[in-house]
T-cell receptor, first 115, second 115 residues
Framework: DAGVIQSPRHEVTEMGQEVTLRCKPISGHDYLFWYRQTMMRGLELLIY????????DSGMPEDRFSAKMPNASFSTLKIQPSEPRDSAVYFC?????????????FGSGTRLTVV | AQKVTQAQTEISVVEKEDVTLDCVYETRDTTYYLFWYKQPPSGELVFLIR??????QNEISGRYSWNFQKSTSSFNFTITASQVVDSAVYFC????????????FGTGTQLKVEL
């Protein structure tokens, strides 16, 4: 089992550019979560999917953020246009059943720096 | 709304000392799950333990032990005979049954174990 795979590990981009973060969940996991980690706000849930359908996106900060899950093995988080305050570590996580019963497996994260 | 408080921002100990990381949670729900995650300097989030609200038995896993007390809404984590490799940020987290699968994290405790 390769675990949750995120790419890229590091991304440096200029303000105003589009950024796309990618995630491959563990095969068979029906739930996928995107979290953001910053010094100021800690770990916060942005959005989660169940069977490829977005269930709760109330944590998405602004319209500049969008997430998709076109199939069970792939999800993207896009920021357009990016701003310096978007600099953070973005984690993807997956779970085979609702997290209350199992917990999540996290990817290694993508460290985004917007200059 | 649920909340997790980790009052200890940073703890420094000398190797072989025992150390306890505190976690206090708030929820009105009777069914919930508590977690501890470890974030080493490499940045990934590593699942350590899950405990449901109906199981107040303490748990021991090697040098790690957890003390769950509903009466004080606490779920503390003790490392016995700490080692340098234990240096990491430790997060306590909470999910409410039926609460939308949102894993709510505390702000984390930075543990530094020195020789």
């Amino acid at each position: 089992d390769a675990g949750v795979i995120q790419s890229p590990r590091h991304e440096v981009t200029e303000m105003g550019q589009e950024v796309t973060l990618r995630c491959k969940p563990i095969s068979g996991h029906d739930y996928l979560f995107w979290y953001r980690q910053t010094m100021m706000r800690g770990l916060e849930l942005l959005i989660y999917f169940n069977n490829n359908v977005p269930i709760d996106d109330s944590g998405m900060p602004e319209d500049r953020f969008s997430a998709k899950m076109p199939n069970a093995s792939f999800s993207t988080l896009k920021i357009q246009p990016s701003e310096p305050r978007d600099s953070a570590v973005y984690f993807c996580a997956s779970s085979p059943i609702p997290g209350a019963a199992y917990g999540y497996t996290f990817g290694s994260g993508t460290r985004l720096t917007v200059v | 709304a649920q909340k997790v408080t980790q009052a200890q921002t940073e703890i420094s100990v000398v190797e072989k000392e025992d150390v306890t990381l505190d976690c206090v949670y708030e929820t009105r729900d009777t069914t919930y799950y508590l977690f501890w995650y470890k974030q080493p300097p490499s940045g990934e989030l590593v699942f350590l333990i899950r405990r449901n609200s109906f199981d107040e038995q303490n748990e021991i896993s090697g040098r790690y032990s957890w003390n769950f007390q509903k009466s004080t809404s606490s779920f503390n984590f003790t490392i016995t005979a700490s080692q340098v490799v234990d240096s990491a940020v430790y997060f306590c987290a909470l999910i409410i049954e039926g609460g939308g699968n949102k894993l709510t994290f505390g702000t984390g405790t930075q543990l530094k174990v020195e020789l």
